[in-house]
């Protein structure tokens, strides 16, 4: 195999980054029969990453403009991968990943959804896999399920504590719930503290409660709950899993965004690399795609944020997509990236390589109104 | 509840308590409830706007259905 095969997926939903791992070793195959030896892991990134701030194009020179505060630097937030991209520093653990040809990022990626920019139905339209957030029913990992004959409801798993519809559907699929719980993040404790402002009685309380907590030394809950949700996929994954799924939140990075992306960063290196070690000879039949609801505005805020968008990105190896620039007259609505292609594009032909799922099932029944286009480079 | 038994459990440790009860409760929900739709049915008139505003924004549903369990106006009822 001469084509770079590894690559960490992730998706974004608008304008995001979007991003792939896998093995250099993949086999394709042409049989849409379980069990196969291919798997696949698709990561939900709750909250619209930033593909701008954590796959920057610095090397445009808008971006420094569009991001005077919160931009990333060559040599010390930012890690070069071609040149013209890179990646925030706190990611150096995919490093290895990007060197090996393991790690693809697709920018200016995105589902159909356009308008309102809400999380819930931009969600709900990834895992859906269609345009329309009227017709949701069940999700197109479900459905993909569905196309694989002798497929089980072992072959499929759903990780984490929340109810994913990308798995929901007529098809049965296995759950696992992990024993931690997760705590309001970033944004939603700025909302929280929206909601007591009014009332100086919950105000003075929740003000003493945030200090206290912050002495505890909290937070570290969220990263062992990754680590936990990985290390379970891949244990799963090396029996008899084939596909499976878990979130990680977090990336809803309105204010103060270089600090909150911290967290869902680590996070997201953390998963990456337990889903690899642990695999072990299995990560080489193993395609990650990392997704999530849309892009943020290429422009920063006032508060050292950037508020819902519309393109994103996808990574593998190289750097994918129809770049569409940042210039003024580049962006969506004057605010956005502008997405060119479509996000479904990738989760498609990685069920077409991996399980042998047809083109015309794929444009059909998994994702309605796709057109699945040209393979992309990452797919031998 | 009465309001002599608010500031009662409105202290610091309280009300960390009950933030942490509403995030696992929203954690909890097998059925997808849509933070809209649950902020109108579980408020109504009552629901602020900062309330509404941050339950229908929030980045996952069972952080919407966590701050609608959180908020003042569930609380005081």
């Known amino acids: 195999m001469t084509e770079p095969t590894r690559r960490a997926i992730l998706k974004g939903g608008l304008g995001v980054a979007c991003c792939a791992a896998a093995s250099p070793l993949l086999t394709p195959v042409t049989l849409a029969a379980a069990p196969g030896e291919n798997r696949l892991v698709v990561i939900i990134l709750r909250g619209a990453m930033d593909g701008v701030g954590v796959f920057a194009p610095y090397g445009d020179r808008e971006y420094a403009e569009l991001r005077p505060k919160i931009g990333l630097v060559p040599d010390d937030t930012l890690i070069d991968l071609d040149g013209r991209f890179g990646m925030d520093a706190r990611l150096d653990a995919l490093h290895p990943f990007w060197r090996a040809g393991e790690l693809a990022v697709a920018h200016a990626v995105s589902t159909p959804y356009r308008g309102k920019r809400s999380h819930f139905d931009g969600q709900d339209l990834l895992e859906a896999g269609i345009g329309d957030v009227a017709k949701i029913d069940d999700g197109w990992m479900n459905r993909a399920l569905g196309q694989v004959s002798e497929a089980r409801a072992e072959h499929a798993l759903a990780v984490g504590r929340e109810d994913m519809l990308l798995m929901r559907g007529e098809r049965a699929v296995r759950a696992w719930t992990p024993g931690t719980k997760l705590s309001l993040q970033n944004d939603e404790r700025a909302l929280l503290q929206l909601i007591y402002g009014r009332d100086p009685l919950f105000a003075e309380a929740a003000a003493m409660a945030e200090e206290l907590s912050a002495l505890g030394g909290g937070g570290g809950g969220a990263k062992s709950a990754t680590g936990r949700l990985a290390k379970y996929t891949a244990d799963r994954l090396s029996e008899e899993a084939r596909i499976a799924a878990f979130s990680i939140g977090g990336w809803d990075t309105h204010a103060g965004q270089p600090s909150a992306l911290g967290a869902p960063l680590k996070a997201l290196a953390e998963a990456l690399t337990i889903l690899k070690s642990t695999l072990g000879p299995v990560w080489g039949d193993t395609m990650v795609v990392a997704m999530t609801e849309f892009g943020r505005t290429a422009r920063e805020n006032g508060n050292r944020g950037t508020d819902h968008g519309t393109g994103g990105a996808l990574k593998g190896g190289a750097v994918y997509g129809d770049w569409p620039g940042l210039r003024e007259r580049d962006l969506y609505e004057g605010r956005d990236l502008t997405p060119t292609m479509d996000v479904r594009h990738y989760p498609a032909w990685a069920l077409h390589a991996l399980f042998g799922i047809e083109r015309a099932a794929l444009e059909g029944a998994v994702f309605p109104g796709l057109e699945m286009g040209a393979r992309p480079g990452f797919i031998a | ?77």
Do not use: H, K, M, Y
């Open chain 2, 1 to 77: 509840g009465w309001p002599e038994e608010a500031e009662a459990w409105i202290t610091p440790q309280g009300l960390a308590d009950r933030i942490a009860w509403a995030s696992v409760l929203g954690q909890l929900v097998e059925a997808r409830w849509d933070p809209r739709a649950f902020v109108e049915a579980a408020l109504g008139e009552i629901a602020g706007q900062e309330t509404r505003f941050a339950a229908t924004r929030a980045a996952e549903r069972w952080e919407g259905l966590a701050l609608t369990l959180a908020s003042p106006e569930f609380n005081r009822r």
